[in-house]
T-cell receptor
Framework: GQSLEQPSEVTAVEGAIVQINCTYQ??????LSWYQQHDGGAPTFLSY????GLEETGRFSSFLSRSDSYGYLLLQELQMKDSASYFC???????????FGKGTMLLVSP | NAGVTQTPKFQVLKTGQSMTLQCAQD?????MYWYRQDPGMGLRLIYY???????DKGEVPNGYNVSRLNKREFSLRLESAAPSQTSVYFC?????????FGPGTRLTVT
């Protein structure tokens, strides 16, 4: 089976940089994704890493190291609106399903 | 383009009652999913449908049934609701590795 570990909560101030880590144990997967969820609303897709290395999308970057079974989401120039829960998820074999971590609540303060 | 829609938004059931949660997507996606989200538990997959005419169990299928009515619609049925099924239910559809989520149904079973 698949299991993912991420911190339950992270706090930071506006304008700062924060990194949310995700470690996983899998029996095979295609890639690592990140989703954002505000206040119990619909989760929204942020990024996907199929290969090792860094993927950058605006203020957000995501990193994957398959050899270390580790990934992270990097948020730069933090804004108040970035306060949300962030989930890492592995894309399972066959591209059919995702297995999610339990989520990290990011609190951004002024 | 409405994306993924879910009905109802809220529902209160008594133990033993049945109900069907409806989901539809207008993005012509082949794959659709049902998740439940409980506090501190992340998103857990109940059932999924990789294509029209097929359905498969996810991580927590007990107490649920699904129907892939056509390419657009994927319903989730609770035959005899239990308090343990109190949760927020999300439907999603996917294009390869990116999943698009509906707004969720908040279900309380008393």
């Amino acid at each position: 089976g698949q299991s993912l570990e991420q911190p339950s909560e992270v706090t930071a101030v506006e304008g700062a940089i924060v990194q949310i880590n995700c470690t996983y144990q899998t029996s095979g997967f295609y890639g690592l994704s990140w989703y954002q969820q505000h206040d119990g609303g619909a989760p929204t897709f942020l990024s996907y890493n199929a290969l090792d290395g860094l993927e950058e999308t605006g203020r957000f970057s995501s990193f994957l190291s398959r050899s270390d079974s580790y990934g992270y989401l990097l948020l730069q120039e933090l804004q108040m609106k970035d306060s949300a829960s962030y989930f890492c998820a592995v894309l399972n074999s066959g591209y059919s399903t995702l297995t999610f971590g339990k989520g990290t609540m990011l609190l951004v303060s002024p | 383009n409405a994306g993924v829609t879910q009905t109802p938004k809220f529902q209160v059931l008594k133990t033993g009652q049945s109900m069907t949660l409806q989901c539809a997507q207008d993005m012509n996606h082949n794959s659709m999913y049902w998740y439940r989200q409980d506090p501190g538990m992340g998103l857990r997959l109940i059932y999924y449908s990789a294509s029209e005419g097929t359905t498969d169990k996810g991580e927590v299928p007990n107490g649920y049934n699904v129907s892939r009515l056509n390419k657009r619609e994927f319903s989730l049925r609770l035959e005899s609701a239990a308090p343990s099924q109190t949760s927020v239910y999300f439907c999603a559809s996917s294009k390869i590795y990116e999943q698009y989520f509906g707004p969720g149904t908040r279900l309380t079973v008393t």
